[in-house]
């Protein structure tokens, strides 16, 4: 037969040791879990999507203006054709009345028309 290890003692410094390494592994494990909790409070979500996305849409614009000024020619072009396409009805009508021609009906914009209110005459006899 073999013999059994002795048990250590309550008062023994492997037992406080042993107890205070448990309490370390304690207050950790709680404090990650209060960690998650806060990172997965809706709030908490909302406001880090936020940020990031302010960040995302800064980044953008600084890559932006980064082309812009190494493109300078490429982007007055992409703005010009952008106020071109947007501009595109009335350049379309200015450019029909410089030619004598007048609109095609399909192009040209219809006034708005007024809703009509129609005076509703109620039906009534008079007895006289």
Same mark, same amino acid.
């Given at each position: 037969?073999?013999?059994?290890?002795?048990?250590?003692?309550?008062?023994?410094?492997?037992?406080?040791?042993?107890?205070?390494?448990?309490?370390?592994?304690?207050?950790?494990?709680?404090?990650? #879990?209060?960690? +998650?909790?806060?990172?997965?409070? !809706?709030?908490?979500?909302?406001?880090?999507? /936020?940020? @990031?996305?302010? *960040? $995302?849409?800064?980044?953008?614009?600084?890559?932006?203006?980064?082309?812009?000024?190494?493109?300078?020619?490429?982007?007055?072009?992409?703005?010009? #054709?952008?106020? +071109?396409?947007?501009?595109?009805? !009335?350049?379309?009508?200015?450019?029909?009345? /410089?030619? @004598?021609?007048? *609109? $095609?009906?399909?192009?040209?914009?219809?006034?708005?028309?007024?809703?009509?209110?129609?005076?509703?005459?109620?039906?009534?006899?008079?007895?006289?």
């Amino acid at each position: 037969m073999s013999a059994a290890p002795p048990k250590p003692r309550p008062d023994s410094p492997e037992v406080t040791a042993a107890r205070i390494e448990a309490e370390r592994s304690r207050a950790r494990l709680m404090a990650t #879990a209060h960690e +998650l909790q806060e990172r997965l409070n !809706p709030k908490t979500m909302a406001r880090d999507a /936020l940020q @990031g996305a302010k *960040e $995302k849409g800064a980044d953008l614009a600084e890559d932006a203006v980064d082309a812009v000024r190494t493109h300078p020619r490429a982007a007055g072009g992409l703005v010009a #054709a952008l106020a +071109l396409f947007l501009a595109r009805q !009335p350049l379309i009508g200015l450019a029909g009345k /410089l030619v @004598g021609r007048e *609109e $095609k009906p399909s192009t040209r914009r219809k006034p708005r028309a007024k809703p009509k209110t129609e005076d509703k005459q109620e039906d009534t006899e008079t007895i006289e």
